[in-house]
């Protein structure tokens, strides 16, 4: 099945933008182009919520707490799935997740801190 591997992570300041990458690696393009993509993210003391996704056919959605600021896009090509976060708050700190979801299956990556603060 592969794994989920994120990059781009880090301490960013108040207004600041961050750009997130999940790279499928070692799954083949006939399993990656048919499932649905998304970033999930967990702050400490908090659920785990899904932040933004994108479907096979290109159908996005968003929380309503990045709607305007976070934009989600996917390069089926390489396999990866990406996450522009611009106007970072200090209340989007959190660990942020890429999954995968084919089915019934969804797969996880092993997370990326984004902290926002001065």
């Known amino acids: 099945q592969g794994q989920l591997v994120e990059s781009g992570g880090g301490l960013v300041q108040p207004g600041g933008s961050l750009r997130l990458s999940c790279a499928a690696r070692?799954?083949?393009?006939?399993?990656?182009?048919?499932?649905?993509m998304g970033w999930y993210r967990q702050a400490p003391g908090l659920q785990r919520e899904l932040v933004a996704s994108v479907s096979s056919s290109g159908t996005i959605n968003y929380a309503e707490s990045v709607k305007g600021r976070f934009f989600i896009s996917r390069a089926n090509a390489n396999k990866k799935v990406h996450l522009q976060m611009n106007s970072l708050k200090p209340e989007d700190t959190a660990v942020y997740y890429c999954t995968r979801r084919l089915g019934s299956q969804i797969y996880w990556g092993q997370g990326t801190q984004v902290t926002v603060a001065d």
């Open positions: 070692g799954t083949i393009t006939s399993v990656f182009n048919p499932s649905h």
